[in-house]
């Protein structure tokens, strides 16, 4: 079975500019998350979205958005990027939700925001 | 104050020692993770708790929500177990992390 797929790996942004990144859950999972971490911060629960609605939500900014799709992919969107929303963006796909069943980590996406 | 904290923050070992992660919190929750992080990034999730005790491998995870503390137990420990370890509550469709235990495993 494959693993939690994102996508870039790696990205590099201008301050102001906007940034989407991708995350192809395992088969049958429904529960797409979404964390930052950031050496200063450790890891951030951001927001999840579970059959296509938003049903957790972390302490972060309208900046930072999110979708899923009927495959259970997801995006996040960050929109007028800044210094600080440079970090490890990690996605988790689980069969039930993060409350009820374990959680698959993808690799992350490393975003550097100049 | 982190509304989940952990400790130690570093721990260092002998191979073969048992170990002793603990984690606990300020707010109520319904589940607690307990994940593995190793140098380069990847998280793997090692446990998800609501009650009582899980055992995998040389791993065992405990909880007791009333007193809310869980901890995480790695008998027989190895140099591979040398990980940074992390904790993270559910609370209120909101999930709290701690800032993690680096633990290194000599051998």
């Known amino acids: 079975k494959a693993g939690v797929t994102q996508t870039p790996r790696y990205l590099i942004k201008t301050r102001g500019q906007q940034v989407t990144l991708s995350c192809s859950p395992i088969?049958?999972?429904?529960?797409v998350s979404w964390y930052q971490q950031t050496p200063g911060q450790g890891l951030q629960f951001l927001f999840e979205y579970f059959s296509e609605t938003q049903r957790n939500k972390g302490n972060f900014p309208g900046r930072f958005s999110g979708r899923q799709f009927s495959n259970s992919r997801s995006e996040m969107n960050v929109s007028t990027l800044e210094l600080g929303d440079s970090a490890l963006y990690l996605c988790?796909?689980?069969?039930?939700?993060?409350?009820?069943?374990?959680?698959?980590f993808g690799n992350g996406t490393r975003l550097t925001v100049t | 104050k982190n509304e989940v904290e952990q400790s130690p923050q570093n721990l260092t070992a002998q191979e073969g020692e048992f170990i002793t992660i603990n984690c606990s919190y300020s707010?109520?929750?319904?589940?607690l993770h307990w994940l593995q992080q190793h140098p380069g990034g990847g998280i793997v999730s090692l446990f998800m708790l609501s009650s009582g005790k899980k055992k995998h491998g040389r791993l065992i995870a405990t909880i007791n929500i009333q007193e809310k503390h869980s901890s995480l137990h790695i008998t027989a420990s190895h140099p591979r177990d040398s990980a940074v370890y992390i904790c993270?509550?559910?609370?209120?469709?909101?999930?709290?992390f701690g800032a993690g235990t680096r633990l290194t495993v000599k051998p």
């Open positions: 993270a509550g559910l609370n209120n469709n909101d999930m709290r």
């Open positions: 988790a796909s689980s069969l039930a939700g993060t409350g009820r069943s374990p959680l698959h």
């Open positions: 707010v109520g929750i319904s589940a």
């Open positions: 088969s049958g999972h429904r529960s």
